[in-house]
C-alpha cells in the first residue's frame, strides 16, 4: 500500500471518532463507509467476526460493541430508525 493512502485512510478513520463522556467511539455504519461496504447486510457479517474474535480473546462484548439506533432522513419529511454499533478502537481494529 501507498503511504500516501494509508495517510488518507489513517485521517479519515480519526476524523470520525466521536467522544462521549470521556469515550472514544465510532458508529458501525461510518466505518461501513471508510471501508466501502455499500451494503450493511455485508458489513455486519464482518462485524459478526469482529466480535466472535472478541469472545475468543475472553474479551467482553459489550466493553466494545454496543447496539444503538439511528434516526435517518429518508426525504419527504420522514424519518426511520436503523440499527447502529458504537465502536472501540479495539473493535475497529478487529473489524
Known amino acids: 500500500m501507498k503511504k500516501e493512502l494509508i495517510t488518507r485512510l489513517h485521517k479519515n478513520f480519526e476524523g470520525f ?10 458508529y458501525a ?6 471501508l466501502e461496504y455499500t451494503e450493511w447486510r455485508n458489513f455486519s457479517q464482518v462485524i459478526e467476526k469482529a466480535k466472535l474474535a472478541c469472545y475468543n480473546a475472553h474479551i467482553d462484548l459489550s466493553d466494545h460493541f454496543v447496539d444503538v439506533n439511528k434516526m435517518v432522513d429518508l426525504g419527504s419529511a420522514t424519518k426511520r430508525e436503523i440499527p447502529d454499533l458504537k465502536l472501540t478502537r479495539y473493535a475497529c481494529y478487529l473489524i
Do not use: T
Not at 29 to 34: A, G, K, N, S, V
Open 17 to 26: 471518532a466521536h467522544h462521549e463522556e470521556g469515550v472514544e467511539f465510532w
Open 29 to 34: 455504519r461510518d466505518l461501513q463507509e471508510l
